[in-house]
Structures are given as structure tokens and as C-alpha cells.
């Protein structure tokens, strides 16, 4: 038997899914009350509009909480601080979002005396599960709905039927215009369409941020980027919150080609997914930050930080950002990278960057000892060295003679 639910918080984007969720929840719920949370992570949305088509659509109140700033300091630079990237290559712009959605979310359901939350996740996807680990981690006893796994709707074509039958506005969403989008202001990701054959190569149509690099400029874009302890706080020079330094490195990226991946993930669910993403600024950061960790990080250290960060891609990616573990790895990249104060100049060009420079304070490289001239080195100090270095190999060579022959 279903539960019933008086009233009910839904995480509402203005999208297709969201919108028809509202009047299916008050149909299959009992005329609940329904209240829309809506967070601003950058996605540049007419919120006025966004509001509208809220109410319109049936929500009793629609809170629009701007979290941009909050997103950026919290939990985009943290994670690019700990070189977090799934599977090599997704740099996680989606995933990091759910969290601080579903934290506010949770926030105002029980603000509102709320007894339940719902979000617009598909069974398939990986969404429904950083939405409900958030759920789960910060107020269990909130009941939890989520439609795509209960409904009769089974496209996008007919969930656009069903909004057009209630009245339901639609903005630009329609048959012809059926890509699956995410945007925020870490990236823009495309699902769907042509892209679910991955032989398909995207088309330039479908790009939203970016230039291709062919169309780039035929000039260099040179930038500096300045870090302190891991974490970015100017551009040439120039010191900016974390939300304008985003903003300017996204409009360099993008009008240099610089910023689009195109990938098929492993999803938390089981499934191979294929998306394309678009992300300017992260791809320029994680560019720079890593040539500053070789240049300041012990090997030991910089070793430990790469095989960690695997780890938290993975939380972040499969919605583990409220956990003891995440928190836990926090600390240590917060120690980490306290020597990763410095600059790193990069230079841009038809979606290329160039490792132009970097400096630092906390520098470890010596160019006196690095020299190929004259220096403090004494050559003769790698006999003895290479000596002790061997002599475990040696040892076996001498007692295992076969050791090596199969």
C-alpha cells in the first residue's frame, strides 16, 4: 500500500520532469501540498520564470535558494583540491551539484514541516542515488518518492505529452529539442539523442558553451592562475570570489575550445552511460593545480594524493559526499596541499593548454641540483647509493639464479 503525505518537498529545476511531477504527486498523493526548492549552482536560469512555471504548475510555495558561492568554496574547489576525477576523465560536474541541492532541499522540507521529499531522478541514472544518500544522511525519517520509478511514463516524448495534456508550460522543451541537459557553473553535460550510439560523433549543434576549437581564435591566450594552499584565488593578478574567477576561466575556455569531453562512464546502477560535457574552467584548474603539486608535493605525498583521489571521485560520484569517509579524506588533502601556494601559466589555444610556467614559494625543485652544469651534486655519492639500492636484487640473483625463467 502506498504511503500518504501531507505535504511534500520536491527538488524542482524548471525541467520537463520536475514541472509534470508536481500535478502527478498531488493526483497520486491525496491533493498533498506540494513545496518546490530550487538552487541557484550557476545554471544561469531566468529564476523569475523558473518561479512561475512552479506555481503554475502547482506548487504551493517555491523557494529559490542562491547557493552559488556556497557551491563554488564548499564543495567544487575541495574537490578539485583533492584531484578528484572518475574514471580518468569525468571531472564530476553533475555529481558534485546533487549534494548541496538535496542538503537545501532537506533544509526547507523540514522548514516547511515537510513528511516527505521527492526528486525527478530516473530509475536508471545515478542521480537517485546522490539525492537519496543526502536524504538518508541528514533526515532519515523523511519519506521518500520518486516518480520515474512509480509512474507509467517511460520517455521523455511522453512525459511531454503528459505536461501538454495538465497545461503545463514548456518553455523550449520539446519532440525536436529532446537532449537531457545539466548545467552548472562548473560545466554543461549532454545526454540522449544521437549520443546514445556511441559511434556517434556529437554534433557541433548541440554544444551550448563552448567554441570548437576549429573556430577558436588563431592567437594564443596566455592566463596565470594563482592557488593558495590548493585552492584558486586569482587570474592574472587579480584577486576575485570564487564564482568571478569561475565565470572569467569559462568565458577564456570556451572561446579558446577549451573544455569538451566526450566519454562513456561506468554509472552506479550497473550501466554504461555516454555523455559529452563541457567543462571550461574545471579543465583549466586541474591543468594547473597538477603542475603545481609536481612542482611543490614529495614524491611519497604526491603519490598518496593520486591513489586517494580515486577514492573520492568515487564518493562524489556515487553520492557519498555526507559521509565520515569523504570528511576523513577531506583532512588529508587539506594537509596536503598547505605548501600549494603559487602560480601556473597556462596558455590556451584551440582547445589545447600549454604549460606556459609555474613558481612557487614552497617550491622543491632546485635548480642547482637539476642543472646538467656545474653544482653542489656529488656524482660519486650515486655509487654507493645504487650499491645498497641493488643489493636485494643482487642477493636474489646470487641465491635464485632461475627466478625470472618461467
Known sequence: ??????????????????????????????????????VDVGQKEDWDAVRAKGEASGASKLFIVDAKEEFARDYLFPMLRAGAIYEGKYLLGTSIARPVTAMYQVKYALQEGCDAVAHGCTGKGNDQVRFEMTYRALAPQLGIIAPWREWDITSREEAIEYAQSRNIPLGKISKANIYSRDWNVWHMSHEGAELEDPWNRPLETMFQLTKSPQEAPDREAEVTISFEKGIPVAVNGQKMTSIA?????????AENGVGRSDLVESRTVGMKSRGVYETPAGTILYTALRELEMLCLDADTLEAKRKLAIDYARLVYTGKWFTAFRVNLEAFFESSSRYLTGEVRVVLYKGNIIIGGRKSPYSLYSEDLASFGKSSYDHHDATGFLKLYGLSAGVQAAVQPDWHKS
Open 1 to 38: 500500500m502506498k504511503k500518504t503525505y501531507k505535504k511534500i518537498c520536491l527538488a524542482y529545476s524548471g525541467g520537463l520532469d520536475t514541472s509534470i511531477i508536481i500535478p502527478w504527486l498531488k493526483e497520486n498523493y491525496g491533493g498533498a501540498e506540494i513545496i518546490g526548492v530550487s
Open 245 to 253: 574567477l569561475l565565470d572569467l576561466l569559462n568565458k577564456l575556455g
